[in-house]
T-cell receptor, first 114, second 113 residues
Framework: DQQVKQNSPSLSVQEGRISILNCDYTNSMFDYFLWYKKYPAEGPTFLIS?????DKNEDGRFTVFLNKSAKHLSLHIVPSQPGDSAVYFCAASPANQAGTALIFGKGTTLSVSS | KAGVTQTPRYLIKTRGQQVTLSCSPISGHRSVSWYQQTPGQGLQFLFE???????NKGNFPGRFSGRQFSNSRSEMNVSTLELGDSALYLC????????????FGDGTRLSIL
């Protein structure tokens, strides 16, 4: 039973346009959400996070939106750049504390063409 | 600032052997977690250590174990290796309980022949 789902395995976007990556979750106990980016042969790199008390968090070109009622979050990248091409993972946890595991989605491969 | 360091990067073992993987967290980080990544299952949580104590354990058999030392460095051990243990093993660290995201190392690629 997948608690965190990224239903789009891949996404292709042109340079300069917006990339929107989506993530759905089923566990209503989740209250801390993160996005990671992963290049081949490297570990996941933390991008941005959001707690359930917010519905939006912004960091430069990256914005995460959280819709708790729909159990849905999305990552917006504006403008997209070729260097953004990577696998993006959504992750969630019940609380931001020791002993709390991150539950990951299967990832979405983003390809940004120039 | 140095990131999470995992050694070795690559490892080849045969069935029935055991293996120990090492992780040095970011300086000052006291919490260390381990994850297994496979093509079929994605990233799955193994366990987390904080102040030398295991705080949580994922749904893996007892062949998978770990420990954390007083300097926060961690090791994980897999005994009686099986073909299905072939995976990328990732270590992640963070400051301590309730503070911020986990930061990952580049992993150890374990191949079982």
């Amino acid at each position: 039973d997948q608690q965190v789902k990224q239903n789009s395995p891949s996404l292709s976007v042109q340079e300069g346009r917006i990339s929107i990556l989506n993530c759905d979750y089923t566990n209503s106990m989740f209250d801390y959400f993160l996005w990671y980016k992963k290049y081949p042969a490297e570990g996941p790199t933390f991008l941005i996070s959001i707690s359930s008390i917010k519905d939006k968090n912004e960091d430069g070109r990256f914005t995460v939106f959280l819709n708790k009622s729909a159990k849905h979050l999305s990552l917006h990248i504006v403008p997209s750049q070729p260097g953004d091409s990577a696998v993006y993972f959504c992750a969630a946890s019940p609380a931001n504390q020791a002993g709390t595991a991150l539950i990951f989605g299967k990832g979405t491969t983003l390809s940004v063409s120039s | 600032k140095a990131g999470v360091t995992q050694t070795p990067r690559y490892l080849i073992k045969t069935r029935g052997q055991q293996v120990t993987l090492s992780c040095s967290p970011i300086s000052g980080h006291r919490s260390v977690s381990w994850y297994q990544q496979t093509p079929g299952q994605g990233l799955q949580f193994l366990f987390e250590y904080f102040s030398e104590t295991q705080r949580n354990k994922g749904n893996f058999p007892g062949r998978f174990s770990g420990r954390q030392f007083s300097n926060s460095r961690s090791e994980m051990n897999v005994s009686t290796l099986e073909l299905g243990d072939s995976a990328l093993y990732l270590c992640a660290s963070r400051l301590e309980a309730g503070t911020g995201p986990q930061h990952f190392g580049d992993g150890t690629r374990l191949s079982i022949l």
